[in-house]
């Protein structure tokens, strides 16, 4: 059985993958997991999780903690930097030691937003912000120093049941007021943090395959070959909309009477700059780990009605 350290586990990802490995079929059964929070584990702190994880006997971390207040990070560039960068480079550096695999969960904010087509993970990476520079920062700290078979996740606009996201602050407004003007000059792809929660589930057991495999000397397809480096990878859900969409798309399904009026970015200014187009290609982790991606509106309607149910 593999220890499997599980940080930011309060927040979206971190509480679908606990409610995953507590009631899902899926194979989990070869994991045991531990979870923490920042007040249990302060993961900008090196000495402290490398002592977590010698003493826990960690093969596995999964970073889902991240600063990812995108405006503040504009006044509060220290703090982002030293969890969104400083933190993932001590991750990377106890994981290349200790030959720990680390899966980190980054962001499309490492884009700018001025591709005309799907990001793929080898474009030119030009983040606008200190959310998305901090978090590059941290992708290339890990690349440098690369721990052994560990893998970076891409993700957008991440919603979830838990946590404060733009879903709920949707459900919250549609049953306020008569109606909301949302922009609908950016696009890109709503993540369910749940999908997500089983895709990292997934691989993680597949590496188990492999690893066992290889042990037993019966691997058989290249494919299967445990990779020495940093993979990157995109994940969110199929499909493309614009915020305006994702909004409309709630409210029908809420069956909320709120009018939805899009508007434009230069209509509703903030401290950082939003890619306006962050549509990822996911074809690369399909292809790796065999996966069968959600249509983002199916997604919703899950999520929906899990939080309806729950309000009932």
């Given amino acids: 059985m593999l220890n499997v350290l599980v940080t930011g586990s309060n927040g979206q990802l971190g509480s679908e993958i606990k409610e995953l490995i507590q009631h899902s079929t899926l194979n989990t059964q070869n994991f045991n997991y531990h979870f923490t929070t920042s007040d249990s584990l302060d993961i900008t702190k090196h000495d402290e ?155 993680m057991s597949y590496g188990l395959r492999v690893m066992n495999e290889k042990n037993n000397n019966v691997i058989q397809n290249s494919k299967l070959k445990i990779q020495n480096s940093v993979k990157i990878y995109n994940y969110s859900n199929e499909g493309v909309c614009s915020w305006y969409d994702f909004a409309k798309e709630i409210m029908k399904m809420a069956k909320l009477n709120c009018k939805i009026n899009p508007i434009e970015t230069k209509d509703y200014p903030t401290p950082a700059i939003r890619p306006h187009y962050s549509v990822l290609n996911k074809a690369k982790i399909k292809n790796d780990f065999n996966l069968d991606i959600p249509y983002w509106k199916d997604s919703l309607r899950d999520c929906i009605t899990k939080i309806l149910n729950d309000e009932s």
Avoid at 90 to 98: C, D, F, Q, T, V
Avoid at 163 to 188: C, P, Y
């Fill in 49 to 203: 999780v490398k002592k977590y994880c010698e003493v826990n006997n960690i093969k596995v971390i999964i970073n889902c903690a991240a600063y990812t207040a995108v405006d503040k990070a504009e006044s509060e560039k220290e703090l982002a930097n030293q969890v969104n960068h400083l933190a993932v480079k001590y991750l990377a550096k106890i994981s290349k030691e200790k030959n720990i695999k680390l899966i980190h969960i980054s962001t499309d904010y490492v884009f700018d937003g001025k591709n005309y087509k799907p990001y793929t993970e080898e474009d030119k990476t030009n983040p606008n912000g200190v959310y998305g520079a901090t978090k590059l920062a941290g992708e290339k700290a890990m690349i440098e120093i690369n721990p052994s078979n560990s893998i970076i996740i891409r993700t957008s606009w991440v919603y979830s049941y838990y946590g404060a996201n733009f879903v709920k602050t949707m459900l919250r407004l549609g049953k306020e007021k008569e109606s909301l003007g949302v922009i609908f000059d950016q696009v890109g792809t709503p993540t369910y943090a749940k999908d997500l929660a089983e895709t990292i589930v997934s691989i």
